[in-house]
């Protein structure tokens, strides 16, 4: 059974600094990850999808990677924002499903940004 | 595109009522999926619909949960009867499957159910 853990489940840094916040998956043989935002009260809004054969993408001041054989993805936000304070949860579907559209959700990391 | 569409945004109910959670999907999407989430739990996936057709129902908790996709404009989640372990923010969310893949998912604003 997948299992994804991000660490820190908090994270609060000064704005204009660069951040990187952590996601990691027990199961390598993914189809793809995504990087979602939630803001309080809302819905999630997909940010970065990374299909299984890419190692990276990049929107904006966001940048995913993804290492599948170590089974660990980063999000690095440059000179972060308070606008962008929100919870931040990473989403694998499993290659292993083909066809299953199921994604497994991290817990998340809830970053603040100190003006 | 107005988005994914929940109704209602919040639902304040007592023990043993039914509850109906409502979603309009996004005009093209042919996925449909309802979430909960929870302090405790995180997001979980409780079930989703291809082309109005149920395809993975194995994280609804138990009978007392049901969804329904009459047409592809519209789905239901009826919580029959209802527990206060049911509070959750309750998520629907739509996607467009192009040749090969799947499109990320929209996420709908949720329902905020609380069970007294």
């Known amino acids: 059974k997948q299992e994804v853990t991000q660490i820190p489940a908090a994270l609060s840094v000064p704005e204009g600094e660069n951040l990187v916040l952590n996601c990691s998956f027990t199961?390598?043989?993914?189809?793809?990850l995504q990087w979602f935002r939630q803001d309080p009260g809302k819905g999630l809004t997909s940010l970065l999808l990374?299909?299984?054969?890419?190692r990276e993408q990049t929107s904006g001041r966001l940048n995913a990677s993804l290492d599948k054989s170590s089974g660990r993805s980063t999000l690095y936000i440059a000179a972060s924002q308070p606008g962008d304070s929100a919870t931040y949860l990473c989403?694998?579907?499993?290659?292993?499903?083909?066809?299953?559209?199921?994604?497994?959700f991290g817990t998340g990391t809830r970053l603040t940004i100190i003006p | 595109d107005a988005g994914v569409i929940q109704s209602p945004r919040h639902e304040v109910t007592e023990m043993g009522q039914e509850v109906t959670l409502r979603c309009k999907p996004i005009?093209?999407?042919?996925?449909l999926f309802w979430y909960r989430q929870t302090m405790m739990r995180g997001l979980e996936l409780l079930i989703y619909?291809?082309?109005?057709?149920?395809?993975?129902d194995s994280g609804m908790p138990e009978d007392r949960f049901s969804a329904k996709m009459p047409n592809a404009s519209f789905s239901t989640l009826k919580i029959q009867p209802s527990e206060p372990r049911d509070s959750a923010v309750y998520f629907c969310?739509?996607?467009?499957?192009?040749?090969?893949?799947?499109?990320?998912?929209?996420f709908g604003p949720g329902t905020r159910l609380t069970v007294l």
């Open positions: 969310a739509s996607s467009f499957t192009r040749v090969g893949r799947t499109d990320t998912q929209y």
């Open positions: 199961d390598s043989a993914i189809y793809n």
């Open positions: 990374i299909q299984s054969s890419q």
């Open positions: 989403a694998v579907k499993g290659a292993s499903n083909f066809g299953n559209e199921k994604l497994t």
């Open positions: 005009s093209g999407h042919d996925y």
């Open positions: 619909f291809n082309n109005n057709v149920p395809i993975d």
